[in-house]
């Protein structure tokens, strides 16, 4: 899902946040990137995410998680937009993740540094991997990429100067180290359509699937 990068008049953006439609919307350095809702599949997939790391690694007291929550670097200065302060530079991953000890870094609504894991569904053609610099800069140990239409994921480490992929296991699997997390495609025998696989490592009874 690509941004709308034009000329938005103040009243435009005032009506966007009368309706909630702002929720997606990002500032990239000043600019602000309107963002069209996401669409079923996008929304659904999303949903079952949230769902599975609230139930299988939330309540297990494992850290906070929550969707589509503002990110932004300690510090970043807030500039006008349509009547109200917003920071100059943020963005808005599907799902945040911070580990037991860092509920700190929620100030104000806001994820303020680092997460320690972030998850994007990826529609075909967005921004997704514009969004690593910014990941990178602000410190984001891991981002995790979920493509809408193949259900395949990417997890993303963060090396020395920039993201490393994680390779994939012989299985087809691959794992986040934060999340205690298994993904893995593969295709539902009833449907024929791809079916995302999640399973927690250390507790392999939590299980899930998008």
Do not use: C
Request: charged share 30%.
């Amino acid at each position: 899902m690509k941004a709308v990068s034009i000329e938005v008049p103040d009243e435009v953006i005032r009506e966007r946040r009368l309706h909630d439609i702002d929720r997606w919307d990002e500032m990239w350095n000043g600019r602000m990137r309107l963002r069209l809702p996401p669409d079923w599949e996008r929304q659904r997939i999303n949903g079952h995410l949230a769902l599975f790391f609230a139930d299988h690694w939330g309540r297990l007291g494992e850290g906070l998680t929550a969707s589509q929550v503002g990110v932004k670097a300690p510090g970043t200065p807030d500039i006008e937009v349509a009547g109200e302060l917003v920071p100059r530079t943020y963005k808005v991953p599907d799902q945040v993740f911070l580990l037991k000890g860092h509920e700190d870094r929620v100030q104000g609504g806001w994820v303020v540094g680092a997460p320690d894991a972030v998850i994007e569904v990826r529609s075909p053609g967005d921004e997704t991997y514009k969004k690593f610099p910014f990941y990178y800069s602000l410190g984001i140990p891991e981002v995790i990429v979920m493509h809408r239409d193949t259900k395949a994921v990417e997890v993303y480490v963060r090396g020395a100067e920039e993201y490393d992929r994680v390779p994939t296991d012989a299985d087809g699997s691959v794992t986040s180290r934060i999340l205690d997390t298994t993904f893995r495609t593969e295709l539902d025998p009833g449907s024929k359509q791809p079916v995302l696989r999640l399973r927690r490592l250390r507790l392999p009874d939590r299980e899930g699937s998008v």
